[in-house]
């Protein structure tokens, strides 16, 4: 009775101490903790996982709720961490598929670190775009795979009835690598168009700013910079705009006081309000001459109107502000002015970028709705 009792303990016990003699060799401890994962969970870990997290929980990827509607029809490449996963791996998307339990882009979106155990990026070649160009700016490539125009401008920009043009059209809310690129914004016939400096000075292109900490005791906050991405935000009730990532090629790089703002000069006075401003600034002015509260600008006046009087020239409410119209044609150039305005609004960096593109896209199409515009100060 107490031999058949031993073995039996000992039956049981043998497979354990195997494998923690295995589990020994692979760097495991007691209770299945791998050194592997301390490398994130430990108590002094090699990767700073909670900060990250901590900036992520206030990012767009997170909290924007994309992947509760956006999960098929091909959005759910950009909106759902499943669906840019097996579009990395497959190199497309099927149109006619949906995910069916879509979570909200997260760590592992763009980190492989549950394959490859360190945060190697899942993907960072180049991209090529909508309109044929290609994005090579380093880490930033894995960004440009979602930040891009959805279309071809040559393909969407044509004379179209009024009835036919959505709230929804354009170049759809992320063109960012278009802009930085300086390519898929309307170029009208007999102008020339160039590029700011940006395109070829970022090796990494968007992370170098969008990711950028401060250094020093004194951070900012979680909802700025590191895996939140955003340049500006609140910092003990005031605004704050991260300049970190722009001090190695702007030394003197300050926030306009007051604003979320950087406080960079414009070359001239390209809103013509009588006054040179901040960059930012004066492209807003370029933007409300397109929209504005006061219901003046250019596609809420035209015959037939793009927007209503009311309309507010804001990211958020650009599709709420929808004229609504069924009656009327528009011609190419409008159609072409109204896609460049919602290109640049919806960069939503306001010129910084790519300035010089910027200005040229927004002079140019404003000339085209108003023919008397002085547009001497456009940039050559």
């Not at 790519?354 to 023919?371: C, F, G, M, R, W």
Request: aromatic share 8%; proline share 4%; glycine share 10%.
């Amino acid at each position: 009775m107490h031999r058949v009792f031993l073995t039996a303990v000992m039956l049981a016990v043998l497979p354990m101490a195997v494998l923690a003699e295995g589990a020994a060799e692979k760097g495991w401890t007691r209770g299945g903790f791998s050194s592997s994962c301390a490398d994130c969970h430990g108590a002094a870990p090699k990767y700073p996982l909670l900060g990250a997290r901590l900036g992520y929980d206030t990012s767009g990827h997170k909290n924007n709720d994309n992947s509760f509607y956006a999960n098929g029809a091909g959005c759910q490449k950009c909106h759902t961490n499943e669906g840019f996963i097996d579009f990395v791996k497959t190199g497309k998307v099927d149109d006619k598929a949906f995910v069916r339990y879509p979570s909200q882009p997260n760590c592992v979106t763009c980190h492989t670190q549950h394959e490859t155990w360190d945060f190697s990026l899942r993907t960072a070649e180049p991209v090529k775009l909508a309109e044929g160009s290609v994005f090579d700016l380093g880490k930033g490539n894995l960004c440009a795979n979602c930040h891009q125009s959805r279309g071809d401008v040559k393909q969407n920009v044509k004379a179209m009835a009024a009835k036919d043009v959505r709230a929804t059209w354009g170049a759809h809310h992320g063109p960012q690598s278009d802009l930085i690129n300086g390519t898929n914004a309307y170029e009208f016939p007999g102008k020339s168009y160039s590029s700011s400096p940006h395109k070829f000075v970022l090796r990494e292109g968007c992370v170098e700013c969008h990711m950028a900490l401060p250094e020093g005791r004194y951070g900012l906050n979680p909802s700025i910079g590191g895996h939140s991405f955003n340049i500006a935000g609140e910092v003990h009730e005031a605004p704050r705009v991260n300049t970190a990532g722009c001090l190695a090629c702007h030394k003197d790089m300050k926030q306009l006081a007051g604003a979320e703002l950087f406080d960079i000069k414009a070359k001239a006075d390209y809103d013509q309000d009588g006054k040179v401003e901040a960059v930012q600034q004066e492209v807003q002015g370029l933007l409300d001459a397109f929209v504005n509260e006061e219901g003046t600008g250019y596609l809420q006046t035209m015959d037939p109107p793009m927007f209503k009087k009311d309309a507010k020239a804001s990211f958020a409410e650009l599709s709420a502000g929808w004229a609504g119209t069924t009656a009327g044609q528009w011609s190419q150039d409008q159609i072409g002015a109204l896609w460049n305005y919602k290109y640049i609004l919806e960069d939503r960096s306001r010129g910084v970028h790519n300035l010089t593109y910027t200005i040229q896209v927004l002079y140019d199409s404003l000339k085209a709705l108003e023919p008397s515009l002085d547009d001497s100060l456009r940039p050559e």
